[in-house]
Nanobody
Framework: QVHVVESGGGLVQAGGSLRLSCAASGRTFSSYAMAWFRQAPGKERAFVAAISWSRSLARYADSVKGRFTISRDNAKNTVYLQMNSLKPEDTAVYYC?????????????????WGQGTQVTVSS
């Protein structure tokens, strides 16, 4: 079992940057694929990025490609989301998620464990 806690959200102006962190508990963190999702007001929770346990695979939503980078440090049980060139439409609650196994997924049901979320607000 994995318990995840997000941090690093906040208020930033358009064009700015933020780095989100997700700290995970559990001795088997390195064998879990990790992902970030986000939920904007009035919308469903949507995929942002995912990374495999070995860091050899990463996947991004089209809306964030070239601006966001997902990474992980298995020694620190932490996954990161570096967000650059932020836009007002990136405003959302960002959730960290974990799933056991080698494959990465881009759908909510793919993931077994979820954090409480961290708010990111981008002002225009």
């Amino acid at each position: 079992q994995v318990h995840v806690v997000e941090s690093g959200g906040g208020l930033v102006q358009a064009g700015g940057s933020l780095r989100l962190s997700c700290a995970a508990s559990g001795r088997t963190f390195s064998s879990y694929a990790m992902a970030w999702f986000r939920q904007a007001p009035g919308k469903e929770r949507a995929f942002v990025a995912a990374i495999s346990w070995s860091r050899s695979l990463a996947r991004y939503a089209d809306s964030v490609k070239g601006r966001f980078t997902i990474s992980r440090d298995n020694a620190k049980n932490t996954v990161y989301l570096q967000m650059n060139s932020l836009k007002p439409e990136d405003t959302a609650v960002y959730y960290c998620a974990a799933k056991a196994g080698l494959r990465i997924g881009d759908k909510n049901p793919d993931y077994d464990y979820w954090g409480q979320g961290t708010q990111v607000t981008v002002s225009s």
